[in-house]
């Protein structure tokens, strides 16, 4: 191992000198990348280093003070409770409400596209409330990345990571093209009349997208100006957004007709769990908000506040929207692409669907604006732990914002938005969301009743057994729900699912208590969390994991090449670091 302050952890003249320019020092700084000799040495060593990773736990402190010092610079507090709310709002009210309402209603749900959403937001909410007692205790950028380094491991962390990464690309990507739809729409032309039709490309990656790229560079340029005058344009937006969803459910509702209810559920509960998997995106955003906890002025209030108030806001308007699309319009006649300003022009209001599109515009210009925001603090986190290069760690002096994470999201989300159509992005995206928030479900049970040198062994073993049986018979209902049409199964996983958190309630001690904003009936919201989750999963169609499969691959890759080692090489010139620190006291 080299001097602690080449590792790029040690020392701010060596921050600096990291962060100054383009070159390989910038990006691999770590002992294992300086020679060759040196990285043959390094994968050589990766069963040992890979077990170092997998049982390693990051602290509470280390990701609140060291991880903080690898960014030179601090991010500002300036956020309140009402920003983060409306960070909150503006990140999930988008593209998911405007198009896939209309999409899912068609194919999946028909009217009781409602139920969907009911369930949907059923699963975010108990996924907020996990996501909160976290950002409360732990108010870094990493949001959930940070979480699951301090309860899973690295190694747990990083796979969620390349997801989290992966949810925001095409998340943003998604959005960015329904913006695009939308702007058509409010320019009276056809959805697809601003995207260019290649023949030769395959289906679903050859309607190319020029405006979503221009729409996502402006937007960008906001991000990394200032996370306040960010915040000030977001809410202003999302206020007028909200005001034009007041709009159509009023003016909705005026040309409700009571028959387009009938059938209520044409596709029956298959078809509504269907869609309530795919329309998990439309609630997906709120954990962005988890990674400005680093620039809330008091975590400890505002978060829990600006998070289940965002999601309860949310909600409500998403059920109420899908009640008044319904009642417009006979559900085989939704359009899928722009369903609300169809529905208007189709009951011979045209004139209402220029304000539809303009508000549909409106709400995905926050969404954009909130998940570049996001994305780029989760990978400035996730580069402060070398698992990415830390160059991208770097937070800017004078705004105060990450331009290099900034910048490379930016480019990355570009690139998808350009090629990708909405449906591949919709369901891959609901499964890298639904992964995540399963994970810090059980990060949470695991925080809850486990604390090293506390729990008794007896204790720590039986938290195993009831946490895999947990995973278990959740996991077993959602395959035996995608691969069955009767009910018989559900008498045993079911049961066993109630009794394992039963029994996890009544036998094991809490070992570790909330400080300020804790979750509630502990262990059964995380645990029915985990099971929605994974029944969710259950519901998505076969080609989108086949898709997340190939992205964890490639994810593994990575990790096993480059990522274990850079994050081994700090973790030890961390130690380092500590202990000779120590010594001289």
Known sequence: MGQPSS????????IRRRFCGCGKDDFLPEESFQSWENYTKALKATPLRLFDRLTARSADHTELVE???RSQHQMKKTLTWWDLMWFGVGAVIGAGIFVLTGLETKKHAGPAVVLSYIVSGISAMLSVFCYTEFAVEIPAAGGSFAYLRVELGDFVAFIAAGNILLEYIIGSAAVARAWTSYFATLCNHHPNDFRVH????????NQLDPIAIVIILIIGTFALVSTKGSSRLNYVASILHVVVIVFIIIAGLTQANPKNFT???????????????????????????????EETKNPAKDIPIGLVGSMVITTFLYCILAVTLCLMQPYQKIDADAPFSMAFEAVGWSWAKYIVAAGAIKGMTTVLLVGSVGQARYLTHIARTHMVSPWFAKVHE?????????????????????????????????ISTLFIFMLVAIGLIIRRYYSSGETTTSDRNKLLIYLVLIIGSSLATAAYWSTSDNWIGFAVTLPIWFLSTLALWLGVPQAKKPQVWGVPLVPWLPSLSIAINFFLLGSIDRASFER?????GILLIYYFLFGLHASYDTAMAS???????????
């Open 398 to 430: 004078k705004t105060g914002t990450p331009v290099n994470a900034t910048a490379a999201m930016l480019a990355a989300t570009a690139t998808v938005a350009f090629f990708t159509s909405m449906n591949i992005l919709s369901n891959l995206l609901s």
């Open 7 to 14: 590792d790029g952890s040690n020392g701010s003249e060596g």
């Open 198 to 205: 290649i023949s030769a490309f395959p289906d679903d990656y």
């Open 67 to 69: 991880m903080k010092a």
């Open 575 to 585: 130690k380092t670091k500590t202990a000779e620190t120590n010594d001289s006291v």
């Open 263 to 293: 059938p209520f559920a044409p596709y029956g509960p298959r078809g509504i769990f269907e869609a309530s998997a795919v329309l998990f995106f439309a609630y997906v955003g709120f954990d962005a908000v988890s990674t400005l906890a």
């Open 548 to 552: 997340f499969g190939i992205w964890t």
